[in-house]
């Protein structure tokens, strides 16, 4: 969450409990030179590595850091759910279904995305994706993503995460 000043940062807290703020940032970030070698610094703490949230709460007291602010939708898509409501809100409630996709005696509900190359036949995809070269046959997928060149038949899927080339059925 961030607060800012004009475009200078003046307060930043990542990932809040309570947040003060419905303005965040979205991990996105570039560094003047100079900057660079405060990494060092800050890591020879013993400060959080695995986020840059946490260097940038770290920096913003004792050095200028600006925000850039633009005004539209976005998205945290680092989970599956929050993927496909990603994906929804972008299809609001329609189909996008690539003209390379091949698609037979199959029903598609609200919010379904299908890529190049998916072959699917026989089956009910709602609120799901599906990613290029994929085979599904025969199932009934609802809030699923199923991953490049995946090949799944004769199952019924809710909320699954079905990784890329993984065979089931």
């Known amino acids: 969450v961030v607060k800012v000043d004009q475009e200078q940062v003046v307060g930043f807290q ?18 003047p030179a100079k900057t660079l070698s405060l990494f060092h610094s ?16 770290w920096l913003y007291p004792n050095y200028s850091v600006y925000a850039f602010s633009f ?13 496909i409501g990603a994906v929804a809100w972008a299809l609001d409630d329609g189909t996008l279904i690539d003209s390379e996709a091949i698609l037979s005696g199959t029903t598609l509900g609200k919010n379904v995305h299908v890529m190049s190359g998916a072959k699917i036949t026989d089956s009910h995809i709602e609120n799901s994706v599906v990613f290029p ?5 025969s199932c009934h997928l609802k809030n699923s993503i199923i991953d490049e ?21």
């Open 14 to 31: 990542e990932k809040p409990s309570d947040p003060q703020s419905s303005l965040v940032s979205i991990a996105c970030y570039a560094f």
């Open 71 to 83: 005004d539209g939708a976005w998205f945290d898509i680092g989970t599956p759910e929050s993927y």
């Open 149 to 169: 060149a995946t090949q799944i038949r004769n199952i019924d899927l809710s909320g699954a995460l079905i990784g890329a080339h993984t065979q089931i059925g």
């Open 133 to 137: 070269n994929a085979v599904v046959d």
């Open 42 to 57: 800050y890591l020879s703490n013993g400060n959080n590595p695995d986020e840059p949230g946490w260097f940038l709460q």
